[in-house]
């Protein structure tokens, strides 16, 4: 039997070792990045009142999983569904009054926010193991990436994938059995990081060199993902409505650079990022941006060749999930920015891995500039001071901020990391080359998080969309028909039954609008929502799917005033209309 590779002298950084430290020593780290983690991520909390629209799919899916039954689309992959609608059950029956939201928003809300500590801190653990205690900045880095923020704020799936993600580098690393059941985790959070499975396949099989064991032990990690395949192509005719791979085949395209790309802007968005730096050196700012987003990349590159070339088995694991994931989204139609986050702690893992392996170098470096190196870093000290004090501008003149995450986020965050690290660095001598390392760290803070305001916007900004929907639950009855581009959303304030009282705009069949008044009358259909927002909310690739140029007309509510008449209005968040449908008029008989 071959010898594992984790027990050979050239795979040394998958295995602990006594160098790194002990797991005493990381625990103010643990609790700085918990306590950092957790204040973004419960500010993140609730800030938007209408949830993402892909939430609605999430919870109807878990909805019926936890009642025995098929969910009406297999689109969505169980795991994040089952644990919104399973906590939002226990929310339920727990809560003894209305607290304004469903439970099952509270319980995304909560899953999300609560998920953001905890993937700062496994990526510490991850990359402590690999390049020590300046894994912290690593989780720094990452817990104020401006996508992660807006992920954590929205109920979205992409913080729990990270987490799957995480769970199964960690396992890998720690030679843990259960590296295979969280890949099969993953995979079934979304399955666009089924790639984890083939990547353990690969690292088995180059430990082990027994092929029967490796393809046995991924084939039963795959098992789940098989089964809700099979589900899938069984009920594809009555439950396949907008599936990934319908997606695919009506819109087939491969772009590896957009993916690819994507990940490292998530990183550091050189496109949205604004560096506040003096006059005299202002003309550099696209410069140091472009330099900012390509020193990641570049020692992500170097960790990545230093993996392979060492066999370092958490690493090609990496790798590998890494070219599946960017494989599907070359060819996945849509381009989500959010799409890149799941592998941005992977990227920032990579490049300090990278970095790690040039300390060697570094440290000639710094014996050649000598003291030269000094002044160097004297410059660079007082730049980042002026930076900082430029950074607070927005705080201290709030007069030019409506929002108040301009005020809260940043400060928050830039505290956490001052107050929990600035004493015990300083205190360790180089005080000069820590100083600044901490003054750079305070810098990243603040610019991703300026970065990340303008994705939130007030947050209510949508809110008479929640609002009309409570109307319809509170003031109409179960057999009353609904239309609306937003159903989701009325059956989460509404009711799910009956099943087919909400319909979806891409669910009528007619192309003008009279041919809509009849189909409305023919379906019993009595009410349709409308707002002036439909296409910026939804974009114009569902605006197409779902046919909303032939709703325009209710934009102007008097040119339809023969058809429908205006139940209720709602004014600038957004403009909304609840019409109500006439019935067909009878004819006034001839005298």
Known sequence: MSEPICNKPSSPVSVPGPSLGSVR??????????????????????HFTKPHNDFYQFRETGRSLICGELPATFKRAPVYPILIAAFGSAIEAALLVDVGKHPDLLAAEWINALLLPLNGVLVFLIGR???????????????????????TAHALAEPLLVATLLLTVLAVQRGSRWAYPLAALASMTRYDAAGLIAGLFVVDLLRTRRPFPAVARAALASVPLLIWLILTAATWRERSYDHYLSQIRDDPRFDPVWALATPLRCVFDYEKVRLRLPAPIAGLEPALRQAAAALPAGLALVGAFVAVRRRDQALIVVLIAFAAYTLVHALFPFREFRFGYPLAPLILLAAGF??????????????LL?????????VLLALLVWVVVRETEPFRLRGDFLNPWAVTLPVLAVLGVVVVWATPLLARGKALSRATLLLAGVTLAMVQIRTALPSF???????????????IGANTRPEQRVLSAEPGVL?????????????????????????????????????IIW???????????????????????LGDPAGVADDVVVERQYR???NLWIFRVLPTRTPAPEP
Request: hydrophobic share 45%; net charge positive.
């Open 25 to 46: 020593s990381a625990r103010p780290d643990i609790l700085a990045l918990v306590a950092l983690g957790l204040i973004l991520g419960l500010t993140c909390r609730g």
């Open 457 to 471: 916007g007030w947050g209510a900004n949508m809110a008479n969309i929640v609002e009309s929907a409570r109307w």
């Open 572 to 574: 600038n968040y957004p």
């Open 370 to 378: 000598g003291r030269g190196l000094t002044l160097l870093l004297a």
């Open 491 to 527: 059956r989460l304030y509404a009711g799910l039954e009956p099943r087919e009282r909400f319909l979806g705009f891409e669910q009528m069949e007619a192309k003008t609008w009279p041919e809509i008044v009849r189909e409305c009358r023919q379906r019993s259909i009595e009410y």
């Open 129 to 151: 193991r690999w390049f020590g205690g300046a894994a912290r900045w690593a989780s720094v880095w990452f817990l104020v990436l401006p996508i992660g923020l807006f992920c």
């Open 531 to 553: 707002h002036d927002q439909q296409f910026g909310e939804h974009g114009p690739v569902y605006a197409k799917k779902m046919g909303l140029a032939r709703f325009d007309v």
């Open 354 to 367: 990278g970095l790690n392996e040039q300390r060697e170098r570094l440290e000639r470096l710094r014996a």
